[in-house]
Each structure stands twice: as C-alpha cells, then as structure tokens.
C-alpha cells in the first residue's frame, strides 16, 4: 500500500468507522470519478470490498476524488474500470484510498478491523489483472462502449464424493457420475475393507460425483464442447485465419472450460481431446499460465482477503468474471491427476515439460489457497500454531513492507483459541516483531522447532535477523516446512521431558539478540560431499557410487563384516549407509486427506533391504546381468516390480536430500545437513530439538554458535547421545 497524496479527516477510532469509495458512474472511455463517504460497520452499511494488487508504483495515473486529482496505479484503475457501472454507483472498500497511509496510528487501527471489513462485504470483487483483449480492440470500438463485454462462468452445484474403494458400477453412469445416490452410499456399505484400492483407472475417476438435478450449466457446458470440438478439428487455425482477438478469446474459454472440468471432477486427460500440440489445447495452457502469473497469486497481503468473506468471492479476470473458487477447486485438485493417483498419470507423462510447468504453476497457488480454507474452516489451533502455520504456508508470497507478512495474516486469526494478543504496529520494527514471534513459537510448542527448514538466505531481512529466527521467506528443495516437521518428529535426538522443560531466554551480552539453549556437542564436520540436486548428468546408480566411495563403504570389494559403531548393537556399515541414505525414512501416500498426502515412517529393516536391492538391480542393469529375484511367495520379480523398487528408491532418497549435503565427523559419523554446511562446523544436539544441528563457531565468544540448519546424524537421532544423569557434555550454548 502507498500514499496517496491527499488530505484526509480523521477517523474516529472508536465507532468502527471506516472510509468507503463511491465508484460513479461512467462509460467505459470516461476517467474514473469517486467520492469518499465515512461510515461505522456497526451501522452495516452496504458494500463491496475490492482486493486487488496496488503494482508498480512508476506506474501511475490521476483519478478523480471529490473533485481533485490523486494518484493512482494503473492497477488500481484497471479494476476501477472493470467494476465501474455506466448507470449506478458502485460503493466499495479500497484500501490503498480508504486508509490514510501517512497515518501509522489509522493505518494500525483500521488493519486491525480488516477481518471485520473483509467479512461485513455484500461481495469481495478480485481484480487478477487483464488478460491483453483490449490491446487487441481498436479505440475506436472501445470508444463506443457503455460498459465493456462481460462473460461469467459459473460453478456447478457438484459434489466430489471421497471414496476409499472403487467406485461401484451400481449407481453410477459411464462417466463415474452418481446417478442414484442412495443406491450408491448402499453400494459402498458392502466394503469393509478400511484399506485403500486404487480405483479402476480406465473407467472411473478417483472419485464419485454428484451432479445437481437439471445437470450442469448449460452455457459452460456448450463452451467447453467447443473447446473439444476446436482441439479435434485439425484444421482449426492451421492457416492463422482467426484474428487474434478471437483466437485469445478461444483461448482464454479453452482456459475456462479446463478449470471447469477439472473442479467438477473429471480427469485432467478427459480435457484434452486432440493432440498435445493442437492450438487450442496449447493456446488454453497459455491462457492459464498468463492468468496464474499475475502479481494477485504471489502477494502475502491479498490473501486475508480471499479467504475472510463469508459469501462467495468473485474473480475478475480481464472480461471474464467467475467465482473464486471454480479457479481454486480446479487448481487444488490437480496434484491429484498427475501425482498422487494413477488415473491420469500416463497422460501427465507424455505431457511435454512446458505444459507440465504450467499445469505445476497453476497448482501451487490455487492449491494453497484451498488448504488454507480447509485448514481454517476444519482445524481448531491455537491462535500462534495458526500463525506458524499460515507464515508457513505464505512462504512464498512478497510484501514490500516485512512485516505485512505477518500483519496480513492478522485477519485470518480471530476465531482461533488463547489469543497473543499480537496487533499489527507499525511503530515496531521488522526485527523485533520477528524475534518477538519467534520466541512466542518456541515459548509455547516447547520446542526448537522453527530452527528446522531450508530457508534460503537470500531473503532481504535475513542478514538484520539472528540466525535462529525465521524470515518466512522461500525455502529450498522439494519438502515443504510441514514435510520437514513431520519427518523430524520421527526422532528423539534429545526430547525436552516433564523434568527437562525448555527456559528459553534471550542474552544481550555480546549480541543483541542470542538465543540461550541447552546442548552438547557431538563432534566436528570433517568431510562434506557437494550439494545432491537432481541432474540429468549423473544416473541414480553413479551417485550412489560416488556416496559409497566418501563414506569409504564399498558393497562390492569392502570388508563385508565391518560394522558402523555409533549404533547399539552396532549394525552392518551398508545398512547404516543404506539408513543414512534414506535419513532413516520412507514415504507413504495417505489418502485420509482430500488430494492424497505423502506421509513418512522410520524406515523399517525391510525398507532398507529394498534400498539397497536398488542399487543391485541398478548395478547388475549397468553390467548386462540378469538379476533373478525369487520373492516370498516363490515367483519370480518381473522388470516392473524391479522398476518399482528402484523409483521408491530414487523418491526416498530425494526426499530425505534434495539440496543437501552428505558429511563425516571427526569420529566418524554418516550423516547429512543442509547445503550451506561447510568443513568445520559442528554437529550438536541441543535440547528442544528432536534432531541434531549443525552450528558455526560465531566471530565471537567460545559458546556463541551460529545455526547453519538441522542435520542427520546416523546414530544418535534416538536419543543415544543424549548426557546421562551425570549431565556429562551438557552446556549452554548461545544462538547469535
Ligand atoms: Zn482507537
Ligand atoms: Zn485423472
């Protein structure tokens, strides 16, 4: 949000009242004319509230209010346009004009009404951005408008039954669709099996779907047969007879008719009717990749605002007009098409890599805002868990002010349990509102947990932070902070007790802000490999090779009795390799979620038996051998079940590694800690922390420790080091 030159009177902050823009009317060509109107939500006053990207500030333009010029982005003023009637007023909420920005006190005061404004809205209007159609219209036509051309989708009145079984050909259609629904609920009844069976792929979607009597929207309906009808016709547009105007027109509908598939259910290979390059098929991609790169998708502030309201939120994408969530179901379910289920994943497959990206970017960002919802709606968390969660979740997402990162989630807070009491002020600064969430994280979940990600240091506040607290910023690798929080509760390193509670303070006396926590050192980093990323360059079986060379365990020609001694009973070296490999974990896919969710266990002996038949299989491929495998039941393991072993081998292993590096102390442990390790660090456990970290001697004082990130230590991740009664090795150590 920005300032607006101008001048306004003072709120009164103690009726709720708030500022609202009178948006008069005017032809489409006519400059944009408001009025400002102070109001009090308690008098319910009847309005629209406007969320919409304030974007690049060189990019300016006047618009009228109460008869004097103020400075508008051309963000801004698109939106004003698409939402301005030639007949009627329009009354919204616009917060870079409703809020006196050069007023820090108003500004604190009127954030902290945002859920209230957000949720008090007859309507919330999203303003994505525009598509380029008006580019391709002459003035001249624009020029003879009222209002400009609109076209609404509408979302269908569907329901995606979950299913743990096949669905049943008993009520329900050849598309999967539920024609008796009671009949249906009966069918499943039959089961009792609680496990989960992947449903018959070729003719069935991986769920049931109810559609509403009376069917599904006639005209979206009529739009997306000609969407197919276009991708079959190969002649459609192979000599560029269509104007660009029409063609965006078929692509941005092309675009529209995928997402309304797709949130109704259907399989993401059902959309694509004709070859993977057919113009329509590719010119819709295009349309979704434009739409999902629009600033709205990647800023912190804007989601408060699409999540609050209670009733639906509209989405205005240049002339297209569609509910909110037709574009969020779509985009949250498709993870389930191509990754989680089988049902389209051979068609994901033969995808080339672009469109792949695409369908990737479109998923992110509407699947987050989905899981939000869900979250919010479904699970009661007390008020700072949410917070984590939701800065979590928001890790991606810009705000030009850092603490707008936090201050925008705010909102999204109010019906949580035991309140922090945490405001939006902005008279403190970026650093001590950081630090001041970071210690109410720890403070309250008891644990050091917010030490574990792979945060990139990149972010812009990173170097005014200490290294202990989080920026919210990007994070590295593919695991998401959640992820990460689920693997590191599988360990023990050295779990706080009843008796052994965390008393986490803060010393000032050689840096500003240290963080005084118990720990023990482990040992020295002495060797370290280079970063694992997955490269085309280097095959599975090569790099497992060159681990087995730097952790000096050959499988072939070393001594096959040696034994790794940190364990208890020491174990076979290869299989403390194989673990190590594996950071000890396999993953699990758990359907007791919406859009299927990978879960992970210890690694069982089993799971590292299969581990390393991996790298035999891969090893005997390389050398022209036949490996035959005689399994439990006596058959013998075909090429595909060899396949299968090593890709949940591969999967495993980028799981527990992508952008990390794999190292050796001085006494001798396997383990493996994020990318910036370096030779000299150091291992440690530290009380709090159910894994061990990596830590830098700091410039200065023999206990001052920088954090570097978590680690893996083979050995000791049950608790082995932890000190004894005797408190041996046990010291304070101070995080700067
Ligand atoms: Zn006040
Ligand atoms: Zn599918």
């Not at 009661?380 to 969660?389: H, Q, S, V």
């Not at 920026?471 to 050295?494: D, H, K, M």
């Not at 896919?589 to 891969?618: C, H, N, T, W």
Request: glycine share 6%; net charge negative; aromatic share 10%.
């Amino acid at each position: 949000m920005t300032q607006s030159a101008r001048k306004y009177e003072p709120l009164n902050h103690h009726d709720s009242s708030i500022r609202l823009l009178r948006l008069l009317p005017g032809r489409w060509i006519d400059s944009i004319h408001c009025e400002l109107q102070t109001v009090s939500l308690d008098d319910n006053p009847a309005y629209d509230a406007l969320s919409y990207v304030w974007g690049n500030p060189q990019k300016k333009a006047p618009i009228i209010i109460d008869r004097s010029p103020v400075e508008a982005t051309k963000n801004l003023i698109a939106a004003l346009r698409r939402l301005r009637s030639s007949i009627d007023v329009k009354v919204l909420w616009v917060d870079a004009i409703c809020i006196n920005q050069a007023d820090n006190n108003e500004k604190t005061h009127q954030i902290g009404m945002m859920a209230r404004i957000y949720k008090s809205a007859a309507d919330v209007q999203v303003f994505l951005g525009e598509s380029g159609v008006l580019d391709l219209i002459p003035e001249e036509e624009q020029a003879l408008w009222d209002e400009p051309p609109k076209l609404c989708w509408v979302r269908d009145v569907t329901m995606l039954i979950q299913t743990e079984h096949p669905p049943q050909k008993v009520g329900l259609d050849s598309r999967g669709v539920i024609i008796d629904y009671l009949e249906y609920v009966k069918s499943l009844k039959l089961h009792s099996d609680p496990g989960y069976e992947p449903v018959n792929v070729e003719k069935f979607p991986m769920w049931a779907i109810w559609e509403p009597e009376g069917g599904l929207d006639k005209t979206d309906q009529k739009r997306v047969d000609e969407f197919f009808a276009r991708q079959q016709d190969a002649a459609h547009d192979q000599i560029g007879e269509l104007s660009p105007l029409q063609r965006l027109r078929d692509n941005q509908a092309g675009a529209f008719a995928i997402m309304k598939m797709l949130s109704n259910g259907r399989c993401l290979k059902t959309c694509c009717r004709g070859p993977l390059d057919s113009p329509a098929w590719t010119g819709a991609l295009e349309v979704l990749e434009h739409l999902i790169s629009q600033p709205w998708w990647s800023r912190a502030w804007v989601l408060q605002e699409a999540i609050l309201p209670q009733r639906d939120v509209l989405a205005i994408y240049s002339e297209i007009t569609v509910p909110m969530g037709l574009i969020e179901d779509s985009g949250a379910i498709l993870p389930r098409h191509y990754e989680r289920g089988d049902c389209c994943k051979r068609f994901w497959n033969s995808l080339p890599q672009r469109q792949k990206g695409t369908l990737q970017a479109f998923a992110y960002p509407t699947g987050q805002l989905e899981g939000i919802r869900e979250t919010l709606s479904s699970l009661k968390m007390k008020e700072i868990e949410m917070l984590k969660y939701l800065l979590n979740k928001t890790r991606f997402k810009e705000a030009t002010d850092p603490r707008d990162k936090v201050y925008g989630l705010l909102g999204l807070l109010t019906n949580c349990d035991e309140p922090t009491n945490l405001t939006a002020d902005y008279n403190l600064s970026t650093k001590d509102l950081y630090i001041k969430i970071a210690m109410q994280m720890t403070n309250f979940s008891q644990s050091l947990s917010i030490l574990h990600h792979h945060e990139l240091p990149s972010s812009p506040i990173a170097s005014d932070l200490p290294s202990w607290v989080p920026c919210w910023g990007p994070t590295y690798g593919s695991l998401t902070p959640f992820q990460i929080g689920e693997r590191t509760v599988n360990f023990r390193a050295w779990p706080p007790s009843p008796d052994n509670m965390l008393h986490l303070a803060i010393d000032t006396t050689l840096y500003p802000d240290a963080l005084v926590v118990e720990g023990k050192f482990v040992s020295k980093i002495t060797a370290i490999t280079h970063s694992t990323t997955n490269s085309p360059n280097i095959s599975f079986l090569d790099r497992l090779n060159s681990l087995e060379t730097f952790f000096r365990v050959d499988h072939l020609t070393g001594n096959p009795f040696a034994l790794y001694p940190f364990t208890s009973p020491p174990e076979p070296i290869t299989a403390s390799f194989a673990r190590t490999l594996l950071s000890d974990q396999v993953f699990e896919i758990s359907y007791a979620f919406k859009s299927g969710q990978v879960v992970f266990e210890r690694a069982f002996p089993g799971d590292v038996q299969m581990f390393r038949l991996a790298q035999q299989i891969l090893h005997a491929q390389e050398v022209g051998q036949e490996l035959v495998l005689i399994l439990p039941d006596g058959t013998v393991m075909d090429d595909e079940a060899k396949a299968h072993v090593v890709r949940h081998a591969e999967e495993n292993f980028w799981y527990a590694n992508e952008g990390r590096v794999f190292f050796q102390t001085a006494e001798g442990h396997f383990g493996s800690g994020p990318r910036e390790t370096k030779v000299g660090d150091e291992a440690w456990i530290v009380l709090g922390s159910l894994v061990p970290l990596v830590l830098r001697r700091a410039a200065e004082g023999d206990d001052y420790r920088e954090l570097v990130g978590y680690g893996y230590v083979h050995g000791i991740m049950d608790g082995e080091a932890v000190p004894g009664a005797d408190r041996e090795g046990k010291r304070e150590v101070y995080l700067v």
